[in-house]
Nanobody, 121 residues
Framework: QVQLVESGGGLVQPGGSLRLSCGASGSIFRIYVMAWYRQALGKQRELVALIADGGGTKYADSVKGRFTISRDSAKNTVYLQMNSLKPEDTAVYYC???????????????WGQGTQVTVSS
């Protein structure tokens, strides 16, 4: 069983910064991909950023140049550094991981419970 737990959300003024963390624990053989999604009120959940096991990254157009995803493999932790935050970044941010739990097992997606980010003056 794999558990993902997000932290670092909160209230910040426009133009400010936050750093989100997501730690994976439990039975983990290999993490292929970790990602951040977000869901604003009344909207669908959308991909914000992802990082593959080789280090490749992908970002939504709306956050390019402002957000940076990174990973500490030794700690099974993924981070999202968010700079120049805008009110439209307000959402619940969810951590996602594509994780193989055992040798010969199949990778499967795990989700965190979400952390609230509110950008407002």
């Amino acid at each position: 069983q794999v558990q993902l737990v997000e932290s670092g959300g909160g209230l910040v003024q426009p133009g400010g910064s936050l750093r989100l963390s997501c730690g994976a624990s439990g039975s983990i053989f290999r993490i292929y991909v970790m990602a951040w999604y977000r869901q604003a009120l009344g909207k669908q959940r959308e991909l914000v950023a992802l990082i593959a096991d080789g280090g490749g990254t992908k970002y939504a157009d709306s956050v390019k140049g402002r957000f940076t995803i990174s990973r500490d493999s030794a700690k099974n932790t993924v981070y999202l550094q968010m700079n120049s935050l805008k009110p439209e970044d307000t959402a619940v941010y969810y951590c996602n991981g594509r994780i193989q739990q055992k040798p010969l097992g199949r990778p499967s997606d795990s989700w965190g419970q979400g952390t609230q980010v509110t950008v407002s003056s």
